[in-house]
């Protein structure tokens, strides 16, 4: 298994011991006419919310932005707020894990500039402020709840 698959794998497994089987599996968006798609690795659905997830395994920020301005262009509207998390798994085991700002300043500046504020929102992990994020949400309940009060 590549190291993808593996963090894919491991991501998978800690979502699904605090929640049962609540993935939803990779979610695929296509234009036919530019002949153009995008995915995300995880999909999770709450009450209020379309939770699409990326597992970065590499040193990746940069193309997270061009999956976040795809994911804006193409996504299809719902009846569900959608929310686009990364957690990033690259460097996790290193005494200097990722910085999972470098990402979000990215990602602000899309949502800002070229987006006018009216971007997917975003929250942005590494594997240990995911790990803090989610020990202490014991349903999926909760986990609607915590979204809602990071994003208002």
């Not at 970065?56 to 193309?63: E, M, R």
């Not at 500039?113 to 240990?128: A, D, V």
Request: hydrophobic letters at 40%.
């Amino acid at each position: 298994m590549t190291l993808a698959g593996t963090n894919e794998a491991e991501f998978n497994e800690i979502i699904e011991s605090k929640f049962g089987k609540i993935l939803n599996g990779k979610r695929i968006w296509r234009d036919e006419n530019y002949s153009v798609e995008i995915s995300v690795d995880q999909t999770i659905e709450t009450d209020d919310y379309n939770i699409l997830i990326e597992i970065d395994s590499g040193n990746y920020a940069k193309l997270i932005v061009g999956q976040y301005i795809l994911l804006n262009e193409l996504l299809n509207s719902s009846n569900k707020k959608t929310v686009f998390i990364v957690v990033h798994f690259y460097n996790r085991n290193a005494k200097k894990t990722y910085n999972p700002e470098r990402t979000s300043r990215n990602l602000n500046l899309v949502n800002d500039k070229l987006l006018l504020n009216k971007g997917i929102p975003f929250l942005i992990f590494n594997y240990n402020t995911f790990i803090d994020f989610i020990n202490p949400i014991n349903s999926i309940s909760e986990l609607n709840h915590k979204i809602n009060d990071i994003l208002i």
